[in-house]
């Protein structure tokens, strides 16, 4: 197959998308298949959210995987989250190429992060709404991240035989051994971009409560992102380190006692998780982002918004040596097998095929319907 994979954002990066979607174009051309990422590319990075200047970079995308299609002859376009969405089905109606929508958030929950206003808020919820039940829907398949994020799709228009929910698992060189532990005392470590949806407000306030009663902690937000206005609220004990390169991630998070997930938001994936597990950390939740951990076994999860349990766990990872190991070994184990990543990828192939095979079919007998087999979701 020849493959068209789209996404609306700087590349290469460190946010997770850029990672999903860059190991997935790996994983799938290491299969024989040949594929093509079709990005912004190495462009400055700028305010996370919605800006005037996306609607050019969007339409240079639409320009750029117009000329991919018809120069490298694609067979499908998989398209990831909306902007990119747009762009694929614009591009796919006009070549006559089917396109696969791969789903990580729900705009209407997530849009209204990026403002302050009440109003503005508002406003960004009713959008949200409306592309969360236009666009999806309009693809020939689509994938979701989540089963919560499915589920929402479902709800808001794409029938049920043309969704399966398809879980990120640790690629294999996530999976690659971490250095050994350098020393340190009290580290708390997040990793990950500082967009409002990260809940990053929470994480302050919470280590605030951890540094009260544990001194010497310290608090790293390890990112590829310009801190801005972030870097005014961080109180005693907190670092803000502007990472280069993925090895500079990964030996921060190997230096930390404490990994951490903030976020409440329940509908995409945090591929951070999926680091923090590969690098064999005690991880502390909140519940709305603790997706594949178990409450005791490979993780501490506590409710969303609580502050003060969310404190008190740091706290008793960080005053426990042997509670940190115990979980951050299990955490390790939970995602080295190779078998997950190999899954992940040959439901994705699958969806590929058929999706192929419907539009082939479709084209000899209009009357004909969807395959059997092409709706997966109860895999």
Not at 34 to 52: C, I, K, M, N, Q
Request: aromatic fraction near 6%.
């Amino acid at each position: 197959m020849r493959l068209a994979l789209v996404l609306a954002g700087r590349y290469p990066d460190l946010r997770g998308s850029q990672v999903l979607v860059q190991q997935l174009a790996d994983g799938i051309r290491g299969r024989g298949h040949a594929v093509h990422l079709v990005t912004y590319g190495a462009v400055a990075s700028g305010r996370p959210g919605p800006r005037a200047g996306r609607i050019v970079r969007d339409l240079g995308l639409v320009v750029r995987l117009w000329r991919t299609v018809r120069r490298e002859a694609i067979d499908l376009i998989h398209a990831h989250n909306y902007e990119a969405a747009i762009a694929s089905l614009v591009v796919g109606r006009a070549t006559g190429r089917p396109v696969v929508y791969h789903g990580h958030n729900a705009l209407a929950e997530e849009l209204p992060l990026y403002f302050r206003a009440r109003r503005a808020r508002g406003l960004a919820h009713r959008l949200g709404r409306l592309l969360d039940a236009h666009v999806p829907r309009r693809a020939d398949f689509c994938i979701a991240v989540t089963e919560e994020l499915g589920e929402i799709l479902r709800r808001r228009g794409v029938a049920a035989r043309d969704l399966t929910c398809i879980a990120p698992a640790a690629a294999p060189c996530d999976a690659a051994a971490h250095g050994p532990r350098v020393g340190s005392e009290a580290l708390v470590c997040y990793a990950g971009n500082l967009d409002g949806y990260q809940n990053l407000g929470f994480l302050l306030r919470s280590f605030a409560r951890v540094r009260a009663r544990v001194p010497a902690a310290r608090l790293v937000l390890v990112t590829h992102a310009a801190p801005g206005a972030l870097r005014r609220a961080v109180g005693p004990g907190v670092e803000i380190v502007r990472a280069a390169s993925y090895d500079e991630v990964r030996a921060r998070l190997d230096a930390a006692d404490v990994a951490v997930s903030p976020r409440a938001e329940r509908y995409g994936f945090p591929m951070k998780l999926l680091n923090y597990m590969a690098a064999g950390k005690a991880i502390v939740a909140s519940a709305g982002s603790a997706k594949g951990l178990r409450d005791g076994v490979t993780g501490r999860i506590v409710p969303d918004g609580d502050e003060v349990a969310f404190a008190a766990a740091v706290v008793e990872l960080l005053s426990d040596a042997a509670a940190r190991a115990r979980l951050g070994t299990a955490a390790r184990h939970a995602v080295e097998d190779p078998r997950a990543w190999d899954g992940v990828l040959d439901r994705i192939e699958r969806v590929y095929r058929n999706v192929l095979a419907a539009r082939s079919a479709a084209s000899t007998d209009p009357e004909a319907s969807a395959p059997d087999g092409l709706g997966v979701a109860a895999e």
